[in-house]
């Protein structure tokens, strides 16, 4: 019997169980996506269903078709965010030095507070109700931020003082009083002042003192 799978993509149900979706239906749905987070992002209010479709170049049947509410949209955008949030954490600390990669993860976080912007009445309307748990995306979060502080704690890099807490609270502050997208440069220059804070004083890093000695 043919049935609909969470994602929207077309699956067959038999007594093995169910088909995954296609490649190309999974492309599909990662563009419009990715389309998806974009306009949100760049929106000063929530843009309809029909503005994103148009702006990813496909009927607004085909964006229903992957998801069938604004809700489930939200959703998967916001859960998306959070997932590169949490996993960009270790995948920075794998190619940058924990400073650096702290740095980094602060513009991504940055990224997450513009895409709520065009999704906000939405957003706060599920969490309300439940459909997603404001507290748990929190505890992921701050497992994140400590990631990349245990890191620098260990190279000595950062300061063993702060917490994951200190953190999210100061980019909290930082992106409320110069929210993306517009303020970029004055976030960016508050955000490298929040960098010299965690740094560990009278320590120098692997580079930086692999740089002095050369």
Request: a negative charge.
């Amino acid at each position: 019997m043919n049935d609909r799978s969470t994602n929207g993509a077309r699956s067959v149900s038999d007594g093995a169980g169910v088909r995954p979706p296609r490649a190309d239906a999974v492309r599909n749905r990662e563009q419009l996506l990715a389309v998806a987070t974009r306009v949100f992002m760049a929106a000063d209010a929530e843009p309809s269903m029909r503005v994103i479709a148009r702006e990813a170049g496909v009927g607004i049947a085909t964006l229903y078709r992957h998801f069938p509410t604004r809700e489930s949209l939200v959703d998967a955008v916001y859960q998306d965010q959070v997932v590169r949030l949490t996993t960009g954490a270790r995948e920075l600390l794998g190619q940058l030095p924990p400073p650096a990669a702290m740095r980094h993860w602060m513009d991504s976080f940055g990224d997450w507070i513009a895409t709520k912007n065009g999704m906000l009445d939405t957003l706060l309307a599920m969490i309300e109700s439940g459909e997603i748990t404001h507290a748990r995306t929190r505890t992921e979060l701050l497992t994140a931020i400590d990631t990349i502080l245990d890191a620098g704690r260990a190279t000595g890099e950062l300061r063993a003082d702060v917490t994951a807490d200190d953190v999210a609270a100061s980019l909290i502050g930082i992106f409320t009083v110069f929210p993306p997208p517009g303020h970029e440069a004055r976030a960016a220059r508050l955000l490298d002042l929040l960098m010299d804070g965690l740094r560990s004083q009278g320590r120098l890093g692997p580079q930086e003192a692999q740089d002095v000695a050369s």
